[in-house]
């Protein structure tokens, strides 16, 4: 836009598929789409090349209340305005086309590259991660995050809560629990590709529970100090350049299933630890303290609840309410000999 004979700013449009368009009909089109809907008229408006100038001409001025001149420059300023607007044209594209080709590389081009290197017997369009988040064996839980195309394809996380190994550390009896849990649930779709947060050790518990569940899909694990990648059926590992963009996809894989595991780990560690606090208030029992769990999720939410919302949790009365209520106002070493008595 030049107002005034300076450059007051610009707009871009991306067109797609416009192969097959000449110069002169793509400045029509925008001519119908851009100068609409109140949008500024100029009185010259400076194009390369455009089809029935004498209509929009007419249609223009009679927009903006008086004349307007489309003008096609040979030479001079208006000819190296618009040559500096083809130029900055041609690099916008040209960092889109790059921009493209970076996304293609971590995505899609990253998914042939590692059928490649692991020797796939298809391409992984669906890739399946799990971790393992506990504390010392406590609240231990798995993640299952799936990444469809190599993007995150987030409608189809899953979590599970460990029912077989809780209080005690055990990422292989772990894995092979959520393995059967998973790959004999037959509703869900199948992987091209399964992938084990881990070493050797990890790999080696998954595999058995899911060829037993009838899943065929190659199963490999990635292990993080050196990101050492273990294939079921060889027996050397692979290891890939840092820069590769298919190291990079698994890497992303795995950073997002332990994200997703860690996240509910916490969210649970969280839940019993309010629970362990709401146990040392006096008139606060079993359905008490779940019925506030449920109201109010966290401990920044009771901590901040009034006595009246207290109150109308169900079953609370006031002076429950108010045994909540001041016991998180007490000084901290009051509140301690509290939970230690």
């Keep these: 836009m030049i107002r005034g004979g ?24 925008v001519l119908d789409q851009y100068y609409v809907n ?21 249609r223009l001025s009679a927009q903006k209340g008086r004349n307007v001149s489309l003008i096609v420059p040979r030479r001079g300023m208006k000819k190296r305005l618009l040559e500096m607007a083809e130029t900055n044209a041609r690099v916008l594209l040209e960092q889109r086309r790059l921009q493209w080709q970076h996304d293609k590389d971590k995505t899609s081009g ?5 059928a490649r290197v692991l ?10 991660c799990f971790d393992i ?14 990444f469809e195309h190599g993007r995150p394809a987030k409608s189809e996380y899953r979590r599970f809560k460990l029912k077989t190994v809780q209080g005690k550390p055990d990422d ?8 059967e849990r998973r790959y004999s649930e037959k509703d869900w779709p199948e992987p091209d590709l399964i992938i084990i947060d881990g070493g050797k050790g990890q790999l080696h518990a998954a595999l058995p529970v899911i060829r037993q569940a009838g899943t065929e899909a190659t199963v490999i694990s990635l292990a993080k100090r050196i990101e050492e990648i273990f294939v079921e059926g060889r027996s050397e590992s692979v290891i890939l350049s840092h820069h590769t963009p298919e190291l990079q ?4 894989i795995r950073d997002e299933a332990h994200r997703f595991a860690i996240t509910y780990h916490r969210k649970l560690r969280g839940k019993r630890s309010l629970v362990s606090v709401l146990d040392h ?37 006031k002076t429950a309410a108010e045994n909540v209520y001041y016991f998180f106002r007490l000084e901290k070493s009051e509140k301690q000999n509290r939970i230690t008595r």
């Design 249 to 252: 996809l698994l890497q992303a």
């Design 133 to 146: 988040s506990h504390t010392q064996g406590i609240e231990t839980v798995a993640s299952m995050v799936v």
């Design 281 to 317: 208030i006096e008139g606060i029992g079993p359905k008490r303290r779940k019925a506030i769990w449920q109201t109010f999720r966290t401990l920044k939410e009771i901590k901040a609840a009034s006595v009246e919302e207290l109150a109308s949790v169900e079953g609370m009365n």
């Design 38 to 58: 109140g949008v500024f008229v100029p009185k010259e408006i400076v194009v390369a090349a455009v089809e029935r100038k004498e209509e929009y001409e007419r």
């Design 6 to 29: 300076k450059l007051m700013g610009r707009e871009i449009f991306h067109i797609e598929n416009g192969d097959d368009e000449t110069s002169s009909s793509l400045t029509a089109a």
């Design 119 to 128: 020797d796939l017997p298809c391409l992984p369009e669906r890739m399946e």
């Design 110 to 114: 990253a998914v042939e590259a590692l």
């Design 172 to 179: 292989f009896a772990s894995m092979a629990e959520i393995m």
